[in-house]
């Protein structure tokens, strides 16, 4: 609002400079164009005065020329009749100045009149063509230089007289040769043709129109004998103020301001030119003069109007894109301040519905941790009880074992989804046989569906697999299916099924696409909640927990390891009908197909005699670890912190097993391995636990790796660890370990591991 204030006082202090620069330059042009129109008023003033100065010069001296021309004429034809009468009298005494013979004479001559005078002046005869006779000429007949050819017969006399109608008379007189007369004659031209044939300044004149080319006249003396203004041919020039003021003020071809003593816009401006005969005044009122002064005036107050219009508009403009700048300035930072309130507010919103999420997924794991917990607890209350009944305890051993396995899924899923949204799942390039895959997981399938009493129906894929052989992540590949067929069997009816389709869809480029379809007939699920079924933490059903146990993280897992493949997958479902899953992996097709086995059943699991470093801080572990080793044949040396308890536990093996070496820690560890080959007591294997206190295992690994010794090198070391994660696998293996197996540990495996690396 502040910016928007001192733009208006700034526009307000701008419009008087536009005025007073604005009269400033139409004053500027106001003089230019008056002096422009003066001097050009000046050029065509002075160019037209000349021009019929030039034209009046030219026309006196054409009709002289004309007129000394026509004279001759009649000198000519005076002469030859003169000539005629001369000759008739040679031929006879009789009278010869008969009408005949004058009218002859005048015809072949072309004349008006031909008059025959005796020596005195006296009328012998005479002949006339028009109305204009003897009459009109008797001045001119009576006169003295008429009478004086007749004693000169060679002389001739000559006249042109002018006529009050406008004609003309050339009129020439000469002796006869004898001296007995004069013959006179005559051409009378007629007004008319004077007017229409011989040049006059009413010709020269012609072409000028008085208002735009101004008043012209011509004068000779006082007298005005031509104009373009036909009123004023004939008068004289004191009448008019003007001419008079020009004539007294002006010098040839200089322009003068007449009738200065009237008012403004009768004015004139004009001036005259000299000739040797006539005198030419040319002049034009004021308002002709500067007809183009206003005309520059109105286009220069148009032109800066513009000017200023254009000026102001741009300012307007820029004013209005700064202000426009400043209120989207303003805009987006309310729009931001918005923004960001609005992502306080979701952030609010997904905190609270994280809080909710975690709540709830706090609450289901509370449930579903606890249920499997509760009935082993109850199960282990039940076996102390009765003590006595053996298959009741075998019973209930199994359905702990069920329990256990059910919780280890459950947190298993945990892990497998936080490490999917970390991204620290790494998919392995291996070769993989699709039809031995298939079967192992047939083969895991069937058992989970006849607990759960449901039929599994499936395609007999060896037929179908073009390439059997292709690189893919056997383990991933495995959770990915066992998943969705868990899924199936757990949402599943007493006595229904599901069903497994198999196609390859194409191949292109070393690439071949294979598509899975699986079908259950369950309890299907809704339109809704196919929107979240990927979603983790999710079951449809708000009874699920206590009906289908479970993280809800299955399809999420599903989800991602699909993902993580370049595949996809889609789910239809109608409730109470059932659901179908539709997957569609891409694998690179083996190029080279290596032979496939499975070294665990090449090698043989048999490890007794081996000598075992057990490391783990945990007496339970411990104790579990180092009884199943013992009762697998294998000779285990135990270091751990809880040093008192595991030692009572080794005292009570010691003598069926032989001796058990007991440390601290890792460092504990790493001490008894160097002991150990200074008493030639060497271990052939080392199990190690990664969280333990003084030294964890993946330092004592690296320390026992440091050490320059071959067995240092060459012997076997395992971590059997509940860390996890493949990012502590990785780490284990980047210390120098063989090789990393997570607790709960699974005896099968571990023997199975351990005689793997061990060699004999």
């Not at 026309?59 to 026509?70: D, G, M, P, V």
């Not at 007629?190 to 072409?207: C, D, K, Q």
């Not at 952030?347 to 706090?362: G, I, S, Y």
């Not at 046989?433 to 607990?451: C, F, G, M, P």
Request: aromatic share 8%; with cysteine.
């Amino acid at each position: 609002m502040e910016n928007n204030t001192i733009t208006r006082k700034k526009r307000k202090r701008i419009w008087p400079i536009e005025i007073i620069a604005g009269l400033f330059i139409m004053m500027i042009v106001f003089f230019i164009a008056v002096n422009v129109d003066i001097k050009t008023t000046q050029e065509t003033l002075s160019d037209t005065a000349h021009y019929i100065n030039e034209q009046c010069n030219s026309f006196t001296r054409l009709n002289l020329a004309s007129e000394t021309k026509s004279l001759l004429r009649v000198i000519e034809s005076a002469q030859q009749i003169k000539h005629n009468i001369t000759y008739e009298r040679s031929l006879s005494d009789k009278d010869i100045f008969t009408e005949e013979f004058i009218k002859k004479n005048m015809q072949e001559c072309y004349l008006t009149a031909v008059i025959i005078m005796d020596s005195k002046g006296n009328l012998i005869a005479q002949e006339y063509t028009d109305e204009y006779g003897a009459d009109e000429l008797n001045e001119y007949l009576d006169s003295t230089s008429l009478i004086d050819v007749v004693d000169n017969t060679e002389k001739t006399y000559a006249i042109r007289i002018d006529c009050e109608d406008g004609s003309y008379v050339d009129l020439a007189a000469c002796g006869m040769a004898d001296s007995s007369g004069i013959v006179v004659v005559y051409y009378h031209t007629p007004a008319e043709y004077v007017n229409n044939y011989n040049l006059s300044f009413t010709h020269i004149l012609s072409g000028y129109d008085d208002r735009e080319d101004g008043k012209i006249v011509v004068t000779k003396g006082n007298q005005i004998i031509a104009s373009n203004d036909d009123s004023m041919v004939g008068e004289d020039i004191d009448k008019y103020n003007v001419i008079k003021k020009i004539k007294e003020t002006g010098a040839s071809g200089k322009i003068v301001h007449a009738d200065s003593n009237r008012r403004w816009g009768s004015h004139n401006y004009g001036l005259m030119e000299r000739g040797r005969d006539y005198y030419v005044y040319v002049y034009m009122p004021e308002r002709n003069v500067f007809k183009t002064t206003p005309r520059n005036m109105q286009y220069t107050f148009v032109a800066y109007m513009f000017a200023v219009l254009v000026l102001n508009m741009m300012r307007w403009k820029t004013v209005q894109g700064y202000e426009r700048e400043q209120y989207e300035m303003q805009q987006q930072y309310a729009k931001t301040l918005q923004e960001k309130n609005e992502q306080l507010q979701e952030a609010v919103r997904r905190e609270e519905k994280a809080n909710a999420a975690k709540t709830d997924f706090l609450s289901r794991m509370t449930h579903d941790i606890r249920t499997p917990l509760n009935g082993i607890i109850g199960l282990l209350r039940i076996d102390e009880s009765h003590k006595e009944d053996t298959d009741m305890i075998n019973t209930n051993r199994k359905k702990m074992s069920i329990a256990a396995n059910h919780l280890l899924s459950l947190i298993n899923d945990i892990l497998q989804m936080s490490k999917l949204e970390d991204g620290q799942i790494e998919l392995s390039r291996e070769i993989v046989d699709l039809n031995k895959l298939a079967k192992d997981i047939i083969t895991i399938v069937e058992q989970r569906a006849s607990d759960a009493g449901v039929n599994i129906k499936y395609d007999k894929v060896a037929g179908k697999v073009m390439y059997p052989y292709v690189y893919g992540s056997p383990l991933h590949l495995r959770q990915l299916f066992l998943n969705i067929y868990g899924n199936c069997i757990k949402y599943n009816k007493a006595g229904g099924k599901v069903s497994t389709y198999f196609k390859c869809i194409g191949t292109q480029d070393g690439i071949v696409t294979y598509e899975w379809t699986v079908t259950d007939t369950g309890i299907g699920m809704s339109e809704e909640f196919l929107d979240h079924i990927f979603e983790p933490f999710v079951q449809e059903k708000t009874d699920a927990r206590s009906v289908y146990q479970g993280t809800g993280l299955g399809m999420a897992i599903v989800k991602s390891l699909v993902d993580k493949m370049n595949g996809t997958i889609s789910v239809t479902s109608k409730e109470g009908e059932g659901s179908t899953f539709v997957i569609r992996i891409p694998f690179e097709i083996a190029s080279k197909v290596e032979e496939i086995t499975d070294d665990r059943e090449k090698s043989s699991n048999d490890i007794s005699g081996i000598k075992i470093l057990l490391a783990e801080d945990n007496e339970l572990n411990a104790e579990i670890a180092q009884t199943l080793l013992v009762d697998e044949g294998a000779n285990v040396t135990v270091v751990s912190d809880g040093e008192q308890a595991v030692r009572e536990f080794m005292q009570k093996l010691l003598s069926k097993y032989g001796e058990v070496v007991l440390a601290r820690d890792g460092i504990a560890a790493v001490d008894e391995f160097v002991n150990a080959v200074s008493t030639n007591e060497r271990f052939d294997l080392i199990c190690m636990d990664i969280m333990m206190p003084k030294l964890d295992g993946i330092a004592a690994t690296k320390a026992i790796r440091a050490m320059e010794r071959p067995d240092a090198v060459e012997i076997p070391i395992i971590a059997m660890t509940a860390n996890a994660f493949e990012e502590d696998a990785r780490k284990c293996v980047e210390a120098g370990m063989n090789a990393h197996l997570s607790k709960p540990l699974q005896m099968d495996v571990v023997v199975g591991t351990i005689a793997e690396y061990y060699k004999r």
